[in-house]
């Protein structure tokens, strides 16, 4: 053999080989490859193989692969991370997740606003063996872990009980948290004090976890809730992160500029900040946080008690008619019903319209004892309206700002919920990027892909790099669109044509495939 004949077998064989050991499983073709860094979209292809990512890039025409996607003309981006989501109770009721994987979601973080599982341990197990369509990571509850020490006390910690909630947290963080969470508008939560949040904030610290804050308050008293946040991060020496940003009550639209200056001032002292929002002007929660904390306090038996009582249900039914007065209206019209089982007639109502419904006069002040009765029968899920379109598209502006969608995995046609459930990422896209262009697409999807990555610790996920796992969306911008609406919610986004999850094709032309291939994500703790 001549050694020209010996150098064209060899790169024969070596070719033959390459071939072998790189044949993808799925070969995306043809796509703008968003790699989720916030740079231009680059013309090319991505190979994946046994769940993750292995070639990126023009790759050769000869490439082999078992499946070939056709993404002319459509974004090629990695799978979007929703870092702000509450989905306890609904994973096993709806595994396939697919309100967020219809948007796009391919990863979600739970444990939110200081409620998560209690023992994260057996919740990561329980999930393993569910097996959801969605990836999911969890923070650990501040809540949670207040109420299994102290119940529902509305008073200061002993030591003995701090370190009995100190030990909780690194318990749940060698689970693998990837940080703390509070709810301080919420009971027990409402009832700590920001020494007993450092304290715990500190332990999630040690596992380099974050601390995630639905922060004290979110209308009149903003400003000192930021300062609150942002100290507990400086004196416990972890990074924050501020849930949904938003400004409540029409006395305070247009606070929005003061606010950033915040965090980002925060920011250029070397803290580290970041925000998330839901691209809407109504928030979601409970009924019960028109009432005001203290009469909440030692559970409901307490909260009966104390509203039987003449003078105090009076003084609540005052106290709830100031703040109608401080959001400068004269009725409970922007509350709605989203929930309330004892009578579903209510979803979609506002308490205004339900109070006519009782044949009661047309007043604040019977409206009141309404939201009263409503809460001894049921805590009542409900859609808050209140928000400046404005101040929601300048929170958008700002670079550290990550999509979310506050929202639990929804059960087809329960309720009458908060659309964001449904279309947080698509009405971004479609709304405030092709339409309004208030932000450009690579920043939105950097936003929804290697921001929350770096900011919870997901090092393998978030880009469209070689070695990462295959996370990945295919949309068409000219399309993709939130349908669900605030009188009509039960509507999936469109326009994403695959959504592949750990490198499973799990959207395929649009449509759900069945495929539950999401994993637990452990923060480093575990790790």
Same mark, same amino acid.
């Given at each position: 053999?001549?050694?020209?004949?010996?150098?064209?077998?060899?790169?024969?064989?070596?070719?033959?080989?390459? %071939?072998?050991?790189?044949?993808?499983?799925?070969?995306?073709?043809?796509?703008?490859?968003?790699?989720?860094?916030?740079?231009?979209?680059?013309?090319?292809?991505?190979?994946?193989?046994?769940?993750?990512?292995?070639?990126?890039?023009?790759?050769?025409?000869?490439?082999?692969?078992?499946?070939?996607?056709?993404?002319?003309?459509?974004?090629?981006?990695?799978?979007?991370?929703?870092?702000?989501?509450?989905?306890?109770?609904?994973?096993?009721?709806?595994?396939?997740?697919?309100?967020?994987?219809?948007?796009?979601?391919?990863?979600?973080?739970?444990?939110?606003?200081?409620?998560?599982?209690?023992?994260?341990?057996?919740?990561?197990?329980?999930?393993?063996?569910?097996?959801?369509?969605?990836?999911?990571?969890?923070?650990?509850?501040?809540?949670?872990?207040?109420?299994?020490?102290?119940?529902?006390?509305?008073?200061?910690?002993?030591?003995?009980?701090?370190?009995?909630?100190?030990?909780?947290?690194?318990?749940?963080?060698?689970?693998?948290?990837?940080?703390?969470?509070?709810?301080?508008?919420?009971?027990?939560?409402?009832?700590?004090?920001?020494?007993?949040?450092?304290?715990?904030?500190?332990?999630?610290?040690?596992?380099?976890?974050?601390?995630?804050?639905?922060?004290?308050?979110?209308?009149?008293?903003?400003?000192?809730?930021?300062?609150?946040?942002?100290?507990?991060?400086?004196?416990?020496?972890?990074?924050?992160?501020?849930?949904?940003?938003?400004?409540?009550?029409?006395?305070?639209?247009?606070?929005?500029?003061?606010?950033?200056?915040?965090?980002?001032?925060?920011?250029?002292?070397?803290?580290?900040?970041?925000?998330?929002?839901?691209?809407?002007?109504?928030?979601?929660?409970?009924?019960?946080?028109?009432?005001?904390?203290?009469?909440?306090?030692?559970?409901?038996?307490?909260?009966? %008690?104390?509203?039987?009582?003449?003078?105090?249900?009076? %003084?609540?039914?005052?106290?709830?008619?100031?703040?109608?007065?401080?959001?400068?209206?004269?009725?409970?019209?922007? %509350?709605?019903?989203?929930?309330?089982?004892?009578?579903?007639?209510?979803?979609?109502?506002?308490?205004?319209?339900?109070?006519?419904?009782?044949?009661?006069?047309?007043?604040?002040?019977?409206?009141?004892?309404?939201?009263?009765?409503?809460?001894?029968?049921?805590?009542?899920?409900?859609?808050?309206?209140?928000?400046?379109?404005?101040?929601?598209?300048?929170?958008?502006?700002?670079?550290?700002?990550?999509?979310?969608?506050?929202?639990?995995?929804?059960?087809?046609?329960?309720?009458?919920?908060?659309?964001?459930?449904?279309?947080?990422?698509?009405?971004?896209?479609?709304?405030?990027?092709?339409?309004?262009?208030?932000?450009?697409?690579?920043?939105?999807?950097?936003?929804?892909?290697?921001?929350?990555?770096?900011?919870?610790?997901?090092?393998?996920?978030?880009?469209?790099?070689?070695?990462?796992?295959?996370?990945?969306?295919?949309?068409?911008?000219?399309?993709?669109?939130?349908?669900?609406?605030?009188?009509?919610?039960?509507?999936?986004?469109?326009?994403?044509?695959?959504?592949?999850?750990?490198?499973?094709?799990?959207?395929?032309?649009?449509?759900?495939?069945?495929?539950?291939?999401?994993?637990?994500?452990?923060?480093?703790?575990?790790?």
């Amino acid at each position: 053999m001549t050694r020209y004949a010996f150098l064209v077998l060899l790169l024969l064989l070596t070719q033959t080989t390459w %071939a072998q050991t790189q044949r993808a499983d799925i070969l995306i073709r043809n796509g703008r490859l968003y790699d989720g860094t916030g740079n231009t979209w680059t013309l090319g292809d991505v190979a994946i193989r046994a769940g993750r990512i292995v070639a990126v890039g023009r790759l050769p025409a000869t490439y082999p692969a078992d499946t070939v996607l056709d993404a002319q003309g459509l974004a090629v981006a990695p799978g979007f991370i929703d870092v702000h989501t509450h989905i306890e109770d609904d994973e096993v009721r709806q595994p396939t997740a697919d309100n967020f994987i219809y948007d796009g979601v391919t990863t979600v973080v739970t444990g939110n606003c200081g409620s998560s599982r209690p023992d994260l341990r057996r919740y990561f197990h329980m999930l393993d063996s569910t097996h959801l369509s969605v990836n999911v990571a969890s923070l650990v509850g501040h809540g949670t872990v207040r109420k299994a020490v102290m119940g529902r006390a509305r008073r200061v910690p002993s030591e003995v009980e701090l370190q009995r909630m100190e030990a909780l947290v690194d318990s749940a963080m060698r689970a693998g948290a990837v940080g703390l969470s509070s709810g301080l508008i919420y009971v027990p939560g409402t009832y700590s004090r920001t020494p007993e949040l450092v304290r715990l904030a500190r332990v999630a610290g040690r596992y380099h976890g974050l601390y995630a804050t639905h922060m004290r308050n979110e209308s009149d008293s903003v400003t000192f809730a930021i300062q609150e946040a942002l100290k507990v991060g400086q004196e416990a020496g972890l990074p924050v992160q501020i849930s949904h940003l938003k400004l409540g009550g029409q006395q305070n639209w247009g606070r929005t500029a003061a606010l950033l200056r915040l965090i980002e001032d925060a920011r250029r002292a070397g803290q580290q900040v970041t925000i998330d929002q839901y691209p809407y002007t109504a928030s979601s929660t409970s009924l019960s946080t028109l009432l005001p904390d203290a009469v909440q306090a030692d559970g409901r038996d307490s909260l009966r %008690a104390r509203l039987a009582r003449p003078a105090v249900r009076k %003084a609540v039914e005052i106290s709830m008619l100031a703040r109608l007065k401080r959001r400068k209206l004269k009725h409970f019209s922007y %509350a709605v019903v989203a929930s309330f089982p004892p009578d579903t007639s209510y979803n979609g109502r506002s308490i205004e319209e339900i109070n006519r419904l009782r044949r009661r006069p047309h007043t604040a002040r019977a409206e009141a004892a309404t939201v009263l009765d409503l809460v001894l029968q049921y805590d009542a899920g409900m859609v808050f309206h209140g928000m400046s379109e404005d101040d929601v598209q300048n929170i958008m502006r700002y670079p550290q700002n990550m999509v979310a969608s506050d929202a639990s995995i929804r059960v087809w046609q329960e309720g009458v919920p908060h659309p964001r459930g449904y279309g947080s990422n698509a009405r971004v896209l479609g709304r405030y990027v092709r339409e309004l262009h208030i932000i450009t697409l690579e920043e939105a999807i950097r936003r929804m892909t290697s921001l929350p990555a770096q900011t919870f610790g997901f090092t393998d996920r978030g880009l469209l790099r070689p070695g990462l796992a295959a996370d990945i969306v295919v949309f068409d911008p000219t399309t993709v669109q939130d349908r669900s609406t605030f009188e009509q919610p039960h509507q999936y986004s469109v326009g994403m044509k695959y959504v592949l999850v750990n490198g499973r094709l799990t959207v395929r032309d649009g449509r759900h495939t069945g495929i539950r291939n999401g994993q637990v994500l452990y923060g480093a703790g575990r790790k």
